[in-house]
């Protein structure tokens, strides 16, 4: 049995403003092993359920930022940018049998810490086929086209709100909760991490094939916070205005979408100029 670790930074235990996610900080230097032990209880946990492999894909801003010598020795992680599918790269191969989402945070838009989609502040909202889309949503419709479960979830309480939605099945940790974008209630990372172990072990029994998702049409448009970046984002093929500061493309399958919008937010951030965006 293998599973496959999305992790990310913003849900992570202890994260609540910026500096704790900017490479580089004092702060981010500070948070690192918090999120790694997110990650790593994780990981214990579904070894404990009887999984056999556990591979973690780094998928936070440089994704290199979790501290690969206190992961636990079983665990392998693919760490770096410029992979083919981001945040949920490895599940295309066809040997994974699950997906966990380590360290999410709710959709550009809407309340959460930290809440983004891909972009921090560029990006005011994004829908899919009509659905207001957080990362999670997203990525959890690349796995059901793969035919993997997301069978975890770890972020703030309204993350795991969130992931009701796309996950009702997953098991849900709230590692903290929301008093506004820069600010909740956290937990220690003694209390979170035996908190996740315990959930990613039972979310153990839930991995297994199901049958891949296929044969829709996925619509996703996004809007953004001034309007040459929806001049700019029309630059990629497909991508067509949609309505004021809004652009929209649709795709055949959620690996041609989830590659369209990885075009688009790259485009958009070397649009954004200093501080007028």
């Not at 959930?199 to 094939?209: D, F, N, S, V």
């Not at 996004?222 to 949609?242: I, K, M, N, R």
């Not at 500061?245 to 795709?251: I, L, P, Q």
Request: hydrophobic residues 45%.
């Amino acid at each position: 049995m293998k599973i496959l670790i999305s992790a990310d930074m913003e849900g992570a235990t202890g994260v609540t403003w910026p500096a704790d996610v900017l490479p580089g900080t004092p702060q981010w230097e500070r948070c690192r092993p918090m999120f790694t032990s997110d990650v790593n209880a994780a990981a214990l946990g579904f070894f404990d359920g009887g999984a056999d492999e556990v591979l973690v894909n780094e998928a936070h801003w440089s994704m290199r930022n979790l501290l690969l010598e206190q992961l636990d020795d079983r665990v392998q992680m693919l760490t770096g940018r410029h992979k083919s599918l981001s945040m949920v790269e490895g599940i295309q191969h066809g040997d994974v049998d699950a997906v966990a989402f380590v360290g999410y945070h709710t959709g550009a838009g809407t309340e959460g810490v930290l809440a983004h989609t891909y972009l921090a502040n560029s990006i005011t909202g994004v829908w899919l086929n009509g659905t207001r889309a957080s990362e999670g949503l997203l990525n959890a419709h690349v796995a059901a086209e793969y035919g993997v479960p997301v069978v975890l979830v770890t972020g703030d309480d309204l993350t795991c709100v969130d992931a009701a939605g796309y996950a009702p099945d997953a098991r849900k940790v709230a590692v903290k909760d929301y008093v506004s974008r820069y600010a909740a209630v956290c937990r220690t990372p003694a209390r979170t991490a035996a908190d996740i172990r315990a959930a990613a072990r039972e979310a153990t029994a839930l991995a297994g094939p199901q049958a891949p998702v296929t044969g829709g049409t996925y619509t996703v448009e996004l809007e953004f916070d001034a309007e040459h970046l929806a001049a700019a984002a029309t630059v990629v093929p497909g991508v067509a205005p949609s309505g004021e500061r809004r652009v929209a493309y649709t795709s055949a399958t959620m690996y041609e979408g989830i590659r369209t919008f990885k075009a688009v937010t790259t485009i958009v951030s070397a649009a954004v100029e200093e501080q007028y965006g």
